[in-house]
Nanobody, 124 residues
Framework: QVQLVESGGGLVQAGGSLRLSCAAS????????MGWYRQAPGKQRELVAR???????DYADSVKGRFTISRDNAKNTVYLQMNSLKPEDTASYYCNADRVAYYSERSMRFLELWGQGTLVTVSS
């Protein structure tokens, strides 16, 4: 069984920092992209940052210069370092793994995974 397990998140004051981690487990061969999305109450889920296996990185304009995404391919783990947090960063953050290649019943399969979500609350 392949799955994502998130850690990190919590309550922090404006200007503070948090680090999120997300590890993919199972008989994984490769993962195309890993990233973080967030959803605030009453709003749609939006991309925060994602990193591809070839090294390309995308950031939302609202987090550029404050957040840094990194990835450990050997551990199938992605990290999101969030600095200079603002109250508008408050949301549930979801880890995503796109085009996960894994073995099941001696066949290679592909799927997209989502984490369970972790809440980040930034107080003013």
């Amino acid at each position: 069984q392949v799955q994502l397990v998130e850690s990190g998140g919590g309550l922090v004051q404006a200007g503070g920092s948090l680090r999120l981690s997300c590890a993919a487990s199972g008989s994984i061969v490769s993962i195309n992209a890993m990233g973080w999305y967030r959803q605030a109450p009453g709003k749609q889920r939006e991309l925060v940052a994602r990193i591809f296996s070839v090294g390309r990185i995308d950031y939302a304009d609202s987090v550029k210069g404050r957040f840094t995404i990194s990835r450990d391919n050997a551990k199938n783990t992605v990290y999101l370092q969030m600095n200079s947090l603002k109250p508008e960063d408050t949301a549930s953050y979801y880890c995503n793994a796109d085009r996960v290649a894994y073995y099941s019943e001696r066949s290679m399969r592909f799927l997209e995974l989502w984490g369970q979500g972790t809440l980040v609350t930034v107080s003013s």
